[in-house]
């Protein structure tokens, strides 16, 4: 299968999107591709994806974790792309957009808030009962969540982490990061290159 993500290229919970899905298809046969935005550009991007027939090739196209106006929903709504096409977001902003078929977003999940990953990753098991995410999937997911909606608790280093690696690195390398960790172990765990990009973002935290 060749998926498409189209995320947020400015938090932990739009890279998470493309991590998770990286990391539950990562078969011979499958193909995740990944085109990152931010608030200002997603919607002049999104149209030229469109138009540019850009999306054609996929046979899903996942939006995540990023706010796309109604005026590109539509044009999506439209075509074909309808039929292989999925929003799946938690934000506020989005929840008048559940009028389509093919949105899912929620602002509370299991009575807690809600993250588009963890959306994400239900959407998954909901659709494709064959995935089964490991442990290191889920604490992942977890932390992602916890993040996105500033609710750590005392100690929790590990979310912690996970943001500073993410602001140290950028997107790019923290995707490439993680998905290579949770593809090829069974737990969440940080290498001596993250510690060190990690231990650089608290440096800089202590001089600020």
Avoid at 6 to 33: C, I, M, W, Y
Avoid at 83 to 111: G, Q, V
Avoid at 136 to 163: C, H, M, S, W, Y
């Amino acid at each position: 299968m060749k998926i498409l993500v189209v995320s947020n290229q400015e938090n932990v919970d739009g890279a998470g999107t493309v991590v998770l899905t990286k990391v539950l298809f990562n078969s011979p046969d499958d193909q995740v591709d990944y085109a990152l935005f931010n608030c200002k550009n997603v919607h002049s991007k999104m149209r030229d994806l469109i138009r540019n027939h850009e999306l054609d090739g996929y046979d899903l196209v996942l939006l995540t974790a990023i706010f796309i106006g109604r005026d590109v929903l539509d044009e999506i709504d439209s075509s074909p792309l309808r039929d292989k096409t999925y929003m799946i977001d938690h934000n506020k902003w989005s929840l008048k957009y559940n009028d389509y078929d093919w949105t899912f977003i929620e602002r509370y999940w299991d009575e807690e808030r809600a993250s588009a990953t963890n959306l994400l990753l239900e959407w998954f098991k909901f659709h494709f009962e064959d995935l089964k995410p490991t442990d290191g999937v889920r604490e992942f997911v977890e932390l992602t969540r916890r993040l996105e909606n500033n609710i750590l608790v005392p100690g929790d280093q590990k979310a912690k982490n996970l943001q500073r690696l993410f602001d140290e690195v950028g997107p790019d390398d923290y995707i490439e990061s993680m998905s290579a960790k949770l593809n090829a172990f069974f737990n969440l765990y940080f290498d001596r290159f993250d510690m060190e990009a990690i231990e650089a973002n608290i440096d800089k935290e202590k001089n600020n």
